[in-house]
């Protein structure tokens, strides 16, 4: 951890009885912030005593798990008292302040620049700690090991404005937030302070590469190029098998899990790198480049007992709503596929026309990510608790 970095953890409970739910009037009726330096501890009611904490401790990073939630309150507070919002990366002035969220709408960051009297600019930045501990607050505790457990209140009890918390309930949100402090703790000890475990872990491969090789492998793409490569990028497909929909299983079902699959397959298939090359019409294997993305016009249908395996981005909007494509009812379809979703298209589809555009392909090797990592997998394996936590997120991560 840097030696002379402020970081806290805070979090809000506020007031969701099915009176205020009914009303959609709502407020922070508690709050609790913890030092990671020792696991101190100091609460408060109002949202005007939070602001006046970071007036004595100065200019600081402060971690909320579930930003989202907790920050809307503290940005209707800001323009409740008049902070006017600035563009990110632009310098705050005293009772400015910006925000970092996605066209989503999932919150990263909210930065506010303190109003007081001091000549010292007093810079309070927000983050989402889980999108550094993807998980609960009460799977934190488990999967960490920690000493702290996650409590329980009466969630929808009934409160008003002028409520005061109870022990009880100070304690519970107190433990809240060591929870996520002491899990914290881990992770900056370990180096891992970014804004996102996703960016530490490309942190740490790129270090590992070197900027000469991260350059040469992984180069920066003109934006046009990058636009016509991102067209094929799609997630996995997870569904019920159309023959046993809504029926009912005698036999006995089976269960799979795959152990780290996006480090696996890292490690032991062929990966694009380099600058790729353009071509026209239909790939053909050249100078070694045998992984491509082609860009083809096809009018298909789902063969009989086959599984549709594309996932329309645009669902929503025509073709009878499909989410994947089974059918482009004698239509020609604009599509841009992966080496392997097209062999996919030939294997699930009946292809009724097709018509080969352009495309772009690519080097291919094994041997991008796998030295950097198995030592992470080796060590994920054989530690436990918090250790084990930090490596297993790491692997999935870099992906």
Known sequence: ???????????????????????????????????????????????????????????????????????????????????????VGKALQPGSFSTIISGEGEFFQIKFCIKCNKKKK???????????????????????????????????????????????ETDYCKNDTEIVARALSFLYAEGLDKLTIGSDALSLFKNFCGKQNWTMLFPTQKIEIDDFLRKSYRGGLCMCAQNVQRKKIDKTVYVYDVNSLYASIMCECELPFGQPEYYNGKFEKTNNRTLFIQHVWACFEIKKEKTPHLIRKDFCCDMKNQKFWTNSFGEMIELWLTNVDLELLFENYEIFDIKFIDGFKFFASKNLFKSFLLPIYVEKCRTKGARRQIQKSLLVELY
């Open 1 to 87: 951890m840097r030696s002379r970095q402020k970081i806290f953890v805070a979090d809000f409970e506020t007031a969701n009885s099915p009176k205020n739910l009914k009303k959609g009037f709502t407020f922070v009726w508690l709050w609790d912030i913890c030092s990671l330096k020792n696991f101190s501890h100091v609460s408060g009611k109002y949202i005007d005593d939070f602001v006046k904490f970071f007036e004595k401790t100065g200019s600081c990073i402060v971690w909320m798990h579930n930003l989202k939630f907790d920050g809307m309150f503290l940005i209707n507070w800001l323009l409740k008292n008049n902070y006017r919002i600035e563009e």
């Open 122 to 168: 007093i810079i309070v930045e927000l983050r989402d700690s889980s999108k550094k501990i993807k998980t609960s607050v009460r799977q934190i505790a488990e999967s960490f090991e920690l000493p702290v457990e996650k409590g329980e209140i009466d969630y929808e009890k009934e409160r008003d404005e002028f409520y005061v918390a109870d022990v009880k």
